[in-house]
C-alpha cells in the first residue's frame, strides 16, 4: 500500500498534465507483451511491424517489472500539455549521478543487464542515445496518432477538473481507479510496495495515459514531482475504426447527421476529427456542432491551438434516455 498524505497546501496544489514521453515509453510494454493489452492489439500490430528493425532492448530494460523503474525516463512535466521536445531535453538534462543511481537502484537485488551498462559507465552519452532512441519510436508509431490520442487524454482532464468542481477532493479521487481510495487527507493507492509519501506543501499530479492501463504508475523519489500516471477514460473506443450509427428515434429528433454528431463525442473532438470520422465537411460538421451546443447538448472548450467539442450532462442523459427506450 502506498500512502500519500497531504499538507495544508497540497491539495490545493493537485495539477493535471499530459505527457507525450510518458505515453511513448509505456506503450512500449504494450509490444512487449500485446495479449496483456488486447484493446491496443490494432495499434501493437502495426506498431510491431514499423519498428522490426529497430532495437527496443534498452527501453524494456529500462522499465522492468513489478520492481521500481528509473524517473529519469519520463520525468513529470512541468506544464499541462507538454511537447515531446521540451521532455527530452528535460531528460537529458539529468544529472549523470542522478541517472546511475536510479538505473542502480532499479536492479539492485538482481543482475544489471549489459544494455545498461552505458548508463553506469558513461550516464551523459547514454541518455543522448536514449533521447535519439525514443524520437525515432515516436515519429515511428505514435506521431501520427497523437491527435487522437491527445484528444482523449485532454477529455480526461477536463472531466476530472468538472469532478472536482462538483465534489471537491473526494468525488475527484473517487473516481481516479479502483485502487485509488480518499479519506480525511490521505490518498491510499492499492500496490505490492509499501510506501509512505509525505507531501507537506508540495502538490500531487496527475497524468492521465491511454497506455498504463490495467495498472496506476507512481513516481514518489527525491526530486521528481510526486506523480500518479493513471489510466485515461475512454481508452476501450480508442483504436475502433468506425462510429456505431445513432438510434432511429434520435435521429428522427436531431437529424441523422446531427444525431451522429452528438453520439461520436462520447471522447473530445474538433471539427475536423468529426467531419472526418462522419464523413462531413468542416462547415457542415461545425454547423451541426454550434446547434448543439446552442441547444446545451455540447460544450466547447479551447486548448492550444485547438477547440475541443464534449457531450455536455444534458446531452448524456438525452442519448441515455434514447439508449434505455430502446431495451
Known sequence: ??????GADALARVRFAISPLIESQLSVRVLADPGA????????????????????????????????????????????????????????ATPVEQVRNEVRDSYRDRPLPPVLQPFVEHPGDAVIALAGLVRAYWDRVLASHWPRLRALLEGDVLHRARRMADGGAERLFAGIDPTVSWERGVLRIDKRAEATVDLGERGLLFVPS????????????????????????????LWEPERPQPPEALAALLGRSRAAVLLALDRPSTTTDLARARGLSAGGASQHLAVLRDAGLVRSHRTGRSVLYLRTAAGDDLLDAVISRRR
Open 37 to 92: 493489452q488486447a484493446l491496443h492489439l490494432p495499434w501493437a500490430a502495426e506498431a510491431r511491424r514499423q519498428t522490426a528493425d529497430l532495437d527496443l532492448g534498452v527501453l524494456r530494460a529500462l522499465q522492468p517489472e513489478d520492481v521500481y523503474s528509473p524517473d529519469f525516463v519520463h520525468p513529470p512535466p512541468a506544464g499541462p500539455l507538454a511537447e515531446l521536445e521540451d521532455e527530452l531535453s528535460l531528460m537529458v
Open 210 to 237: 491511454v497506455f498504463v492501463w490495467p495498472a496506476v504508475v507512481l513516481i514518489t523519489a527525491e526530486p521528481w514531482q510526486p506523480t500518479i500516471i493513471y489510466p485515461a477514460r475512454g481508452v476501450g473506443t
Open 1 to 6: 500500500m502506498i500512502t500519500v498524505r497531504f
